[in-house]
């Protein structure tokens, strides 16, 4: 796969800037910004992308692979949320927090206070 991308460098810079993108728009954005700072933000991640397409076809570094799984990565959690969101909306949402005992939550917090003043 490296050799295909080092054949294939316009390949290898576009993969990677759209990579750096949507990380971005999905990790890093908050709100819409006005549109000359839109405009230097994704030139920024375009001087980015070249600095990376370097180290990929130069050094021999796996940045489309890492970039990749990142994005899939993201993607996983995603569709978690999703599934959760939907499992919520059909079951009213009567689930138990993580934890294996059948005690209620203030119950548990008093116990771990409890517990932690032994310690100390």
Known sequence: MQKWLVD???ITYIL???FLVYIYNK????????LLKDAVI??????GAFILLLFQLDLELPIVVSLGVAVALMLI??????FTDRSKAKGG???QPAG???????EEVEGERS???DRS
């Open 93 to 95: 949402g009567n689930e």
């Open 8 to 10: 294939h460098p316009w």
């Open 16 to 18: 990677i800037y759209v």
């Open 77 to 82: 959690v995603r569709i978690r949320y999703w």
């Open 115 to 117: 517990g932690q003043s």
């Open 27 to 34: 990790v890093f954005r908050i709100r819409k910004l006005p």
């Open 42 to 47: 994704y030139l920024t991640i375009a001087v």
């Open 100 to 106: 294996n005992s059948d005690k209620p939550a203030a």
